[in-house]
């Protein structure tokens, strides 16, 4: 940690500031420049907030020269992490293909959905029974009967299911349908959540905040894995911007970054990212070509129906193109994509 | 509603978006342009989605010229409404004067500010209890031993108290001690958590989340407005900005923005907004001067021990500075500020 | 163009609106909903400016439903436009390879360069001889003497070159040195120069500003294009976000989205858009995957001594092996390179 | 400055650092940590570019501990500014009142505004003879036509005068005409422009960009103050932001964030800032509560009828309430507000 004081500071405050370094066990490193006097701070940091100096009278500024996040950096896991989906691998290699309806809506519907998304190659299957929604009066999602239709779903075709829980109560009935819990972009730093899931052993796919640095993405995935979690899958599904022309803004470039600082997997959801339809599939090349774990995408047989989101899943048709030339890029970058387990799950 | 279609759509699309309204019991409206052609939506579109219409082919954009919350909507309650917390009131021409430590450490410190920012004027004493943390390492509030505190403190100076809640199952708990409950910023769309404080009857602090709009904040109030609950007072506390000089870029704008949307009290946080000490009293009076029903700020008589956030507070005697200053233009624009309710509560 | 009126607006208002929309000679539609009534304006609404309308009392909001641009849009041109710099094609399924240092330093560097990327396949040389730099003291380019080591450069190993113009008065001497003419992200709305530059017939490169929306950029090309000029080629250089961990945010999204509603050539700056040589090629590969028609990059053989941006630049290494990758996903997609021209010409 | 280096950097590595900075003058600072190892760099660092230490290998970050702009600082002139446009001061306590329409449009209509304006306690007047427009094909404005118009009002009501210059080539001619001259927002990092108006002595209203930090917008300033003219007022007219309910994000913390940084006034835009009528009054309010020297608005008597931006302007009746208000506020604060010269001038 380096602490950088302010110009015209006084011995006495800079004097003030080394006790307090010295009064935590730390040791304090003086250096004077022309301009500005700094100090180093040695030791083990891990504990101290630098707050706690930042509030000192004649302190400008205060540094950390390590990162706050310890078991998801690559410091802590300097091999990529593969997060293994009941049989389906994400990671290291690995393309995670999760498909399927924003929110169940039917066993029906939800059967002929996934009988497309797996024919077209997805090897997980998504939807949503507890649907988060901006409005009070809008659709709220199926609760259990839609978890267990989603369960028997996957089941029959053979794929783990993937499912968000937003309630910390309702964890455990969702660890009991689902192989893999989805924390929604909105409750990312819902810590409440993010302990309860932490103390499971299910993966846990991690969704990044609409206003979520990169960092704050990885300091909520500390949260799962300092309860003993170690199976996050972190998801770009775009960040607010001010152009209203997409729904959110893609940060691509938030695949490659987060790979520089941590181990665990990154996929990216195009589906929210833009919630346009023709510009989806551009953007999942776009992910996959800048090295993500896997694409989430929000597929529906009739979006003019659909209770949620309609306007921007993809047609099983369009789905089937993207999912040959995903795999075609797959090929060309050298990675693998699991198949779906089969139906003797 | 009106719908608007993609220029070259045909007869037969046409039709199509005709029936569909109609099946749904609503009329429609055509009218064809030079160049494009629109289909007003006529009835009682409440319980409509605009985005089934929108996943219609040929259908370019929808556009809803009626807001989608309801009971914050000023159609609704054309005065400004008027919430107590327990004696002290806000909106409708009264300020609150909401003050106190980021989060409450000892009944001794908590004693010391109570006192100080009582005898400067604030009406309403703040103290975390449960604090939302970035790091799953950092201080995470003293719990239900710090609601007694934060309690028994108010009782004492006779102020009414706010503090955090966070968890769906501790509504109940954080409603036993407090007089206000507080929505932070981060849980701004954690609906369930809406849902829960909407079930109380207590007078509710919902803080604008760093990305949502103000209508987000409007649904996000009407989520609680819905369950019954009408006492909700919201909080400007910045955005997210792209100028790392600021923590957050307060929206100043927003408070007139809400008035003219909604009948809901509004209030400023600048100690969030900004970050920055330097910074808090000139937003604080800004929001004074446009319209704001109250001031919430944190002051801490040490900034440099604070649990947490220390370095954003103000010291006693600058909030004491301030609080004069705020008088000085409540005065000037004819705004009233309750008194403390006294000792006696 | 749609006027929708305020609730509770009385007939004289109404009758207001009617007569100024038919004072400049169009048709009113008028469509009374329940809630809200709106005024279809119908007839060729090119010149009309939707705040004339705005701004009459009585209306809410005045929605366009025809792009502003007219020139660059899909409507006026369907085919993707390609444009010819000096031999080398972008666009229509033809990739430009633009390479070379960011600052023009010397003929010699400027030569070890140019034969790297060409080697390395590059079809276009960069190289800034006005630089556009945040501080008055920081290295403001070479000038003239730059603009001749560019095209001496580039005559020798056959390349075209392309570099900025901030100065109107200075177009017509960049005219005479480059075959393509940059105008950078700060100029993009410095509508004088964006006038000027539409009267030369040389190919523009016209970078997108940091604040721009994608009906900006467009509305930037059309400056350009009503001048006459109708070689434009757009690129995606990042706008600005929230988060410090890449200098810039890279819209990627905003390649599909440009081409939906454009015919003119996109092409994507990972070095500026994300400032960072470890994010560089994963973006630039986002981008190919994306559909851009080429991709443009700092390269520098020797970073440190660089004049401007060196932090940003690929070493000619790095730049070879991303080339390779950019011509196995051009394969991939069936898109083609113009070989550099030669150095016959 | 501070050079912060990777873990793992090599003892190779640090000495070339060490080598880099000694070979510029300078001397280094080693100072190593449990984790990491720092160097800070002592001596003039004024001509040095961070970026070249950026690049250099096992270098992980540079901080830069002093500010790049010099002339702009409180460090170079710890007194605010005053600056004289014809006799109407702003800054140190000085507010100026600026008002008129967005665009000269006629003798008659300007001769109507500047009555009522300078009637309710305007001292400086006015109006765009040259617009920078989105679109090439809406109103540019009346360009030497309309200063002459603008300079002929100003003096028949005693009114110094302000327009906007967008061409480098025509800083002469509005030199001539003007009393003050206007940088936009888009030209904000026009630097061409900058060094143009800086060689005059002319005092300059220099607009903050949309997407330019603090630290941009003093740059900017620099590069005026280093041509050698003073008479800068800085000006805060909104940024991007998301939520499209006001037309940018007003961000009022700029105010008193500038005054800790630099000496120079600064006042706010609200019409630009909001673009909304209902909006503006509140923000000009809040403005001046934080403390800015001035405020800038649009005002027309028949919105209308404007040829541009009729929308965001306020009718006169409404400026003077508004001007009533901020007098009060100018009382309270202990401001002074300078007379409109007269007309003797």
Chains 1, 2, 3, 4 share one sequence.
Do not use: W
């Not at 630098?50 to 998801?72: H, M, N, T, W």
């Not at 990529?80 to 929110?103: E, N, Q, R, T, W």
């Amino acid at each position: 940690m380096i602490i950088i004081l302010k110009s015209g500071v006084s011995e006495e405050q800079i004097n003030h500031v080394i006790e307090r370094v010295e009064s935590l066990g730390l040791k304090a490193h003086l250096s004077r420049g022309t301009h500005r006097t700094i100090i180093g701070v040695i030791g083990d940091k891990s504990q101290l907030l630098p707050s706690r100096f930042q509030a000192i009278p004649g302190v400008a500024d205060v540094i950390s020269v390590l990162p706050s996040y310890k078991l998801a950096s690559t410091d802590a896991h300097p091999d990529p992490s593969v997060v293994d989906i009941s049989g389906v691998k994400i990671g290291g290699g690995h393309l995670g293909m999760i498909a399927g309806p924003c929110a169940v809506e039917s066993a029906e519907r939800m059967d002929a959905i996934a009988e497309s998304v797996r024919a077209a190659g997805a090897n997980i299957l998504r939807g949503g029974a507890f649907k988060p929604r901006t409005s009070p009066y809008a659709y709220q999602g199926m609760g259990e009967e839609g978890l267990k239709i989603l369960r028997d779903t996957g089941a029959k075709y053979g794929m783990p299911v993937v499912t968000e829980v937003m309630d910390p109560r309702r964890v455990e009935m969702v660890e009991r349908y689902a192989d893999m819990i989805q924390i929604g972009a909105r409750n990312m730093q819902n810590f409440v959540l993010l302990t309860e899931v932490g103390q499971t052993r299910k993966p846990v796919l991690l969704k990044r905040g609409m206003s979520a640095t990169i960092v704050d993405l990885l300091m909520s995935a500390e949260y799962i894995l300092s309860q003993g979690n170690p199976n996050v899958v972190l998801c770009e599904r775009g960040v607010k911007g001010f152009d209203s022309a997409t729904r959110n803004l893609f940060d691509v470039a938030a695949v490659p970054a987060c790979k520089g600082l941590s181990h665990l997997p990154i996929i990216v959801d195009p589906s929210h990212a833009t919630g346009r339809p023709d510009l989806i599939p551009a953007c999942a090349l776009a992910g996959v070509a800048a090295g993500a774990d896997g694409v989430h995408i929000e597929v529906h047989n009739c979006p003019e129906d659909a209770m949620s989101d309609g306007p921007q899943a993809l047609l099983p048709e369009q789905y089937q193109k993207l999912a040959g030339q995903i795999r075609d890029l797959a090929t060309l970058f050298g990675k693998t994509i699991s198949p779906a387990p089969g139906s003797s799950r």
